[in-house]
Each structure stands twice: as structure tokens, then as C-alpha cells.
């Protein structure tokens, strides 16, 4: 059974500290992303990720970097978090050159306060 | 540019009765439309997807989704809903022509329709 994971359920953390959000998939998928998901706006891809150390900007990369150091991992930091970054992150994975559609992790609620 | 709009963010509809959800899209090359439910707080589950083919695709779930081509709609439907279909549900498209010979997989996603089934 295909498998993404996400460290973390629940995050609360202060404002100006740095946060790592874990992603790690099992399926040796090529393409990886990190969304955000806020009521009204549905999902807002942040960065993704098609090989490794590869990565491109999505439309809301303000505030965000990311890193892939291994073909499963995609990990999400956010520098200096602010509370207008408190919302719930996803991480999807797809594998490059099909028709399959992306799987995601369970979600991470963050909290900045 | 692409994108995708899902006109309601509500539907409601009673136990028993049919329901559709509507999802629009544009794209500048030929798409790949897909379908996600999403339960509270949890992540997003794939339904069912339209690629090529028959113009209806049948997913997960009972669910089914009519392509309609010169309406550039991808309508998701139900023939008899149930309470337990209450969810957040989501379409979301590919654009083949952005999508660099079909690697990157990028979707675009609508706002989401948020459906309540009530007995």
C-alpha cells in the first residue's frame, strides 16, 4: 500500500523560531510537493521537488525554502515562522511520466503564536 | 493559465437523493482532471481521475464524473448519496502542455465544495 508520511499531526510553535516539516515517501516517487491549505483558498502549492537537490518554486514560496537531500524526503522549513504561516501543510508525492495521481501524507496542523 | 473553479462552496443534499458537484477548468493544452475527498482533518484521498476514453469515469466509492469537453466541465456525481459522503471534495487539473513531457505532475487545484449529506 502506497505510504506518505508527515512527521508531525500537530505543531505549535513561537513566532521567529524555525520550523522543519517532514515529508517521506515510500513509493520511489520522482516528483514530490508541499501544499498549504487554508479555508476558502484551497490548496496553495508552496515549492516541489522533481529529482534530488531539485526544486522549484510554486506560487507561494514567500517565507518557505525546502530541501531534498534523498529521493523519499522532502522536508519544508519555514526560517522565521510568522502567525500568518499557522495553517494545515500537505505533502504529495506522484511518480514522473504516468497518469497517476498524486498521494498524499495525513497533513500537519501548524500553529504560530 | 490554468486553473479550476468549483462554483459552490456548499452542497447540500438529503440521504437517499443524487448529488453533483461541479468543477470547471481551463487549461491550454489537453487536461488531466481528477476528484479528492478530504475528511476532517485528514489528508487528501484520491476518487477518481479522467485521462482518455469514455467520457465517464467511475471511481471510489460509488462516485462517478461526466468529461464534457466544449463545457470544459468534470462534474463529480452520486446516484443515491449517503451521510458518510460528507466531506470536502476537490478537482484539481493537469496541464499536459506545462507539464514537460509529463514529468512533473503539477495539479491545480479548485477551492473545494464542501458537501453535506444529511439523514
Known amino acids: 500500500d502506497v505510504k506518505v508520511t508527515q512527521s508531525s499531526r500537530y505543531l505549535v510553535k513561537r513566532t521567529g523560531e524555525k520550523v522543519f516539516l517532514e515529508c517521506v515517501q515510500d513509493?520511489?516517487?520522482?516528483?514530490m510537493f508541499w501544499y498549504r491549505q487554508d479555508p476558502g483558498l484551497g490548496l496553495r502549492l508552496i515549492y516541489f521537488?522533481?529529482?534530488?537537490?531539485?526544486?522549484e518554486k510554486g506560487d507561494i514560496p514567500e517565507g518557505y525554502s525546502v530541501s531534498r537531500e534523498k529521493k523519499e524526503r522532502f522536508s519544508l522549513i519555514l526560517e522565521s515562522a510568522s502567525t500568518n504561516q499557522t495553517s494545515m501543510y500537505l505533502c504529495?508525492?506522484?511518480?514522473?511520466?504516468?497518469?497517476?495521481?498524486?498521494?498524499f501524507g495525513p497533513g500537519t496542523r501548524l500553529t504560530v503564536t | 493559465a490554468q486553473s479550476v473553479a468549483q462554483p459552490e462552496d456548499q452542497v447540500n443534499v438529503a440521504e437517499g437523493n443524487p448529488l453533483t458537484v461541479k468543477c470547471t477548468y481551463s487549461?491550454?493544452?489537453?487536461?488531466?482532471l481528477f476528484w479528492y475527498v478530504q475528511y476532517p482533518n485528514r489528508g487528501l484521498q484520491f476518487l477518481l481521475k479522467?485521462?482518455?476514453?469514455?467520457?465517464l469515469v467511475k471511481g471510489s466509492y460509488g462516485f462517478e464524473a461526466e468529461f464534457n469537453k466544449s463545457q470544459t466541465s468534470f462534474h463529480l456525481k452520486k446516484p443515491s448519496a449517503l451521510v458518510s459522503d460528507s466531506a470536502l471534495y476537490f478537482c484539481?487539473?493537469?496541464?499536459?502542455?506545462?507539464?514537460?513531457?509529463?514529468?512533473?505532475?503539477?495539479?491545480?487545484f479548485g477551492r473545494g465544495t464542501q458537501l453535506t449529506v444529511w439523514p
Open positions: 479522467y485521462i482518455t476514453g469514455d467520457n
Open positions: 513509493m520511489d516517487h520522482e516528483n
Open positions: 487549461v491550454s493544452g489537453n487536461p488531466y
Open positions: 504529495a508525492s506522484t511518480s514522473a511520466g504516468t497518469t497517476y495521481e498524486q498521494y
Open positions: 484539481a487539473v493537469r496541464d499536459l502542455s506545462t507539464d514537460r513531457g509529463s514529468t512533473l505532475g503539477r495539479l491545480y
Open positions: 521537488s522533481y529529482d534530488v537537490k531539485m526544486k
